[in-house]
C-alpha cells in the first residue's frame, strides 16, 4: 500500500524559497506509468494542482506557477520534492502531494502540510 508524506517548513518569509518535500513507501516513484503531484489549498480557496513529476522524470506545471515552480526527485530515497521560488502571502497554503495514474491526477494523498509565508 502507497502512503506519502510531506515534510518541510512551515513558516517561509516572503521573496524567500518554499521547498517541500515528498516521502514514499510501498511504491517506486519510477514505477510506470505513476505521476506525482504537487497540490495545494489556499485557505478558503479549492484545489489548485501545482505541478507534476512523472515516473519518467519528465515535469509538467502549471501555466499560472511555471516561472516560479521546480519540481525534481531522488529515487535512491525514493522522494520527490518542490520548490516554489519568490513566495508572496498568496502562497499560504496547505500543501499536498500525490499519486496519479492514466487520467487520474490525484488519486492518493499525503496528509498535507500547511505552510504560511509571512514576515
Known amino acids: 500500500q502507497v502512503q506519502l508524506q510531506e515534510s518541510g517548513p512551515g513558516l517561509v518569509k516572503p521573496s524567500q524559497t518554499l521547498s517541500l518535500t515528498c516521502t514514499v513507501s510501498?511504491?517506486?516513484?519510477?514505477?510506470?506509468?505513476?505521476?506525482w503531484s504537487w497540490i495545494r489549498q489556499p485557505p478558503g480557496k479549492g484545489l489548485e494542482w501545482t505541478g507534476v513529476i512523472a515516473y519518467d522524470g519528465s515535469t509538467y506545471y502549471s501555466p499560472s506557477l511555471k516561472s516560479r515552480t521546480s519540481i525534481s526527485r531522488d529515487t535512491s530515497k525514493n522522494q520527490f520534492s518542490l520548490q516554489l521560488s519568490s513566495v508572496t502571502p498568496e502562497d499560504t497554503a496547505v500543501y499536498y502531494c500525490a499519486r496519479g495514474a492514466g487520467t487520474v491526477v490525484a488519486g492518493t494523498w499525503g496528509q498535507g502540510t500547511q505552510v504560511t509565508v509571512s514576515s
Open positions: 510501498g511504491e517506486s516513484i519510477t514505477t510506470s506509468y505513476y505521476t
